[in-house]
């Protein structure tokens, strides 16, 4: 994103002595203000989709600052894989940022020059930014959470919070689950599963019935799948099972629980248990392949395990070579044999292992 479609600076130190204005001068120019003392200009490069960002929100941005004259940026996010969840009002120190913020569209890309009063001030930022800097910045929105809603709910006391809208709570409870959603995918699995958990309280306190109560159980099933996937990567199975259970008890029927539970009941090599889960979900989606390679890993760790119980269970039977072949030993070779031979498969009783 650095540099792309800016003015070519070509390293200069100072303005050409044959232009008589700066270029960021000439690039204000054909630049929008978006304040009235045109302390904020803007250009978008990249149009977004959606509605803007709202006061409040917490925004995922990628961003590079230039000071005029500089091709390399003093200040950029762009090389960050994931870049981190910032509030505006909070996380923000550039007003300038946060007024050009508010104008923009998830997917949107924009140029905007922010005068000091915007940016670092008469005093600048040394030893980077000198005093009364105009910058340049080329901000990226890839994507915004609406939290304002949210934060006016845990403001409330629980009392209050039982007369709120159930449309309200149910959006407080989706922006909870987004924001977990968002730390999932930055493998912050313990911050993911507390905002899951926050978003699981909201709905479980809420009593309901008929229609509203669809309402709540639709987005209980929603965060109780997250709960379970999220503890199985904190390698916490019997709470990742815990949750899927729940999941099924609002949808018997659903692939991802049961497909849950079954990983879960893996991981706890309950085989059978798991073998059931994971029939059950190959069922309702015969041809989904996470779910058909979760039955080829099944069957391989219990053929590893039953392979394991035999080879002990040989050498717990097997006889001394040194002892003298009698009477004793003819019946403990017979039971040596009943104990390795006759131990069948349950899995392969029903079919699951070729």
């Not at 030893?127 to 006016?152: G, M």
């Not at 507390?194 to 669809?214: P, V």
């Not at 709470?239 to 893996?266: H, M, P, V």
Request: aromatic residues 10%.
């Amino acid at each position: 994103m650095a540099g792309r479609g800016r003015w070519p600076l070509n390293g200069l130190q100072g303005p050409p002595p044959s232009c008589p204005q700066s270029p960021y001068q000439q690039l204000g120019q054909r630049m929008q203000g978006l304040t009235g003392d045109k302390g904020v200009l803007k250009e978008v490069i990249r149009a977004g989709t959606g509605e803007m960002v709202p006061q409040d929100a917490s925004v995922v941005v990628k961003y590079s600052g230039y000071l005029e004259y500089m091709d390399k940026p003093f200040d950029t996010n762009s090389y960050r894989r994931n870049p981190r969840l910032l509030k505006l009002g909070e996380d923000i120190t550039l007003l300038g940022m946060e007024v050009g913020l508010l104008t923009m569209k998830k997917g949107e890309l924009a140029r905007f020059l922010f005068m000091p009063s915007y940016a670092y001030g008469a005093l600048g930022c040394p030893p980077l930014i000198p005093p009364n800097a105009t910058v340049l910045f080329e901000i990226e929105l890839l994507d915004f959470l609406d939290s304002s809603e949210s934060d006016r709910f845990f403001a409330l006391t629980t009392e209050q919070q039982g007369t709120f809208p159930l449309q309200k709570v149910l959006k407080v409870a989706n922006t909870e689950r987004e924001f977990g959603n968002y730390l999932f995918r930055q493998k912050r699995f313990m911050d993911a599963k507390d905002r899951y958990k926050r978003a699981s309280l909201i709905l479980c306190r809420r009593a309901s019935s008929g229609d509203e109560q669809c309402q709540i159980d639709a987005a209980k099933l929603l965060v109780f799948l997250n709960l379970s996937f999220t503890y199985l990567k904190l390698e916490r199975p019997v709470r990742s099972l815990t949750y899927g259970e729940k999941a099924l008890e609002i949808d018997k029927r659903n692939a991802k629980a049961l497909f849950r539970c079954g990983q879960a009941c893996l991981s706890l090599t309950e085989y059978e248990k798991a073998r059931d889960f994971l029939v059950r979900a190959q069922k309702e989606q015969p041809f989904n392949h996470d779910i058909n390679n979760e039955l080829k890993k099944l069957a391989s760790c219990y053929r590893d395990y039953m392979d394991k119980e035999k080879e002990m269970c040989c050498r717990m039977f097997a006889p001394v070579s040194s002892s003298p072949v009698g009477p004793e030993l003819k019946v403990t070779n017979k039971l040596s044999g009943a104990a390795c031979g006759l131990k069948q498969d349950p899995l392969q009783m029903k079919g699951m292992v070729p």
